[in-house]
């Protein structure tokens, strides 16, 4: 099992529709969870970090966490084509000696259609 | 405030060879990670240094992969000798601290032929 799993997609969604992507994770001891953005052939950008049960929302973006289900969810609402990206979900990890780290997911790809 | 810079931006070698990249991080960012992302996969963990001192190489392949950060600012990281699967793009990204909010540059894509 991987310690970030997400559904590779497509996900497709028609222009104006609600995006929902989601995120499993392994370590049930993890806190901080994030998702980041990729649009081709770009790097990733931070779009929202979520540390506590329920929903935190930051405009058309509403990012849902369950510790107990071990899932992290992100719903774009209004979906336009300039959502069309991959998304990536990452998880915060403490290894030996505190040290912290992102693991990764593989990235879910959306496309927004016209 | 200028972002994260990285040099080439790509980069084609035949394998066997050597390559090298370079990273210079946002301005005061104490952490520098470099990561391997190969198409359609999500980032791989290559490094991660705290100033100028190593905290994780646990995912580096030490038998042909080096970096270094002197100085605790710019860092390298080199390929030597170069195989196929090392086709990627290389990623650098570097945080004030913590590893929350990861600003990353452009990437270097390279092709291993």
């Known amino acids: 099992q991987k310690e970030v799993e997400q559904n590779s997609g497509p996900l497709s969604v028609p222009e104006g529709a609600i995006a929902s992507l989601n995120c499993t994770y392994s370590d049930r001891g993890s806190q901080s969870f994030f998702w980041y953005r990729q649009y081709s052939g770009k790097s990733p950008e931070l779009i929202m970090s979520?540390?506590s049960n329920g929903d935190k929302e930051d405009g058309r973006f509403t990012a849902q966490l369950n510790k107990a289900s071990q899932y992290v969810s992100l719903l774009i609402r209004d979906s336009q084509p300039s959502d069309s990206a991959t998304y990536l979900c990452a998880v915060k990890r403490y290894n030996a000696g505190n040290n912290r780290k992102l693991i990764w997911g593989l990235g879910t790809s959306l496309a927004v259609n016209p | 405030e200028a972002g994260v810079a990285q040099s080439p931006r790509y980069k084609i070698i035949e394998k066997r060879q050597s390559v090298a990249f370079w990273c210079n991080p946002i301005s005061g960012h104490a952490t520098l990670y470099w990561y391997q992302q190969i198409l359609g996969q999500g980032p791989k963990l290559l490094i991660q240094?705290?100033?100028?001192?190593?905290?994780?190489d646990s995912q580096l392949p030490k038998d042909r992969f080096s970096a270094e950060r002197l100085k605790g600012v710019d860092s390298t990281l080199k390929i030597q000798p170069a195989k196929l699967e090392d086709s990627a793009v290389y990623l650098c990204?570097?945080?004030?601290?913590?590893?929350?909010?990861?600003?990353f540059g452009p990437g270097t894509r390279l092709t291993v032929l």
């Open positions: 979520i540390y």
């Open positions: 990204a570097s945080t004030p601290g913590g590893p929350d909010t990861q600003y």
């Open positions: 240094f705290q100033n100028n001192g190593v905290v994780d």
